[in-house]
């Protein structure tokens, strides 16, 4: 009887750990075809704004690391031809505050949708025809607070930039690499806590270069201004646009 009952579990076994890699399997295709038709809305949007030599910034980092006070300060020294699409699960409270400085923002919230962590091109184009491409000259993605789901989705950006503060810990560009691979700069936010806090600068720009040599560094401070002028030099110059 023992042993029938274990031929029983044994079968059981084998057949549900072959209906978990038929499952495996069709997810994975399944996430293939996503990510294939995001890349491909994410060129048609990347060669559009490129044509209307509007420069699109997707900016990327934990939640709290500074993307919205950033893009104030950016506002406020390069003017108002900036156009933003805010990305985050509820709430319009970061939209709002751009909207107090005359810039155009548009919001998109994934809670109603299942509250995903990231955004889309699908998103992203939809978002820019409600913005329209008039007077604008540069446009910012705030994407959703995480270093993980943003990462593995193309938005059709000209430039990526993750934004990492010192209060995160050095150790960031190890535990969520792929954030930092296709990232082209990396801002290292809130510089002026480094007094306060046991962080190594030059452990921090180790560790991205092990991820990703190319992967430019700048510090960066809203509050002091540290780093802001060569941060608003790269977006004049618009690289590799």
């Not at 900016?59 to 950016?74: A, Q, R, V, Y």
């Not at 978002?127 to 604008?136: N, R, S, T, V």
């Not at 050095?170 to 792929?178: H, I």
């Not at 560094?217 to 030099?233: K, M, N, P, Q, Y």
């Amino acid at each position: 009887m023992l042993e029938m009952r274990l031929l029983c579990l044994l079968i059981a076994f084998s057949a549900a750990m072959r209906y978990k890699k038929a499952m495996e399997s069709k997810k994975i295709t399944v996430m293939h075809k996503l990510l294939k038709a995001n890349d491909a809305i994410a060129g048609e949007i990347r060669k559009k704004l490129k044509d209307k030599n509007i420069f699109f910034v997707n900016l990327m980092s934990s939640p709290g690391s500074g993307k919205t006070t950033l893009i104030e300060e950016t506002v406020r020294k390069l003017g108002k031809k900036i156009k933003v699409i805010e990305g985050d699960i509820q709430t319009t409270l970061d939209a709002e505050r751009l909207q107090k400085l005359g810039v155009q923002a548009y919001q998109i919230n994934t809670g109603p949708f299942g509250g995903d962590c990231h955004l889309e091109a699908a998103w992203i184009q939809t978002a820019i025809d409600e913005l329209g491409l008039d007077g604008m000259d540069l446009l910012f993605v705030e994407n959703i607070g995480n270093l993980v789901c943003p990462a593995e989705f193309d938005v059709g950006a000209h430039l990526n930039v993750l934004l990492i503060s010192v209060t995160e810990g050095e150790d960031k560009p190890l535990k969520y690499p792929l954030a930092f691979q296709v990232s082209q700069l990396c801002l290292v936010t809130k510089t002026d806590f480094l007094p306060l806090k046991n962080f190594s600068l030059k452990k921090l720009r180790e560790n991205i270069k092990k991820v990703n040599p190319a992967c430019a560094v700048v510090e960066v401070s809203a509050h002091d201004g540290t780093g802001l002028e060569s941060w608003i030099e790269i977006l004049r110059n618009k690289p590799k646009f």
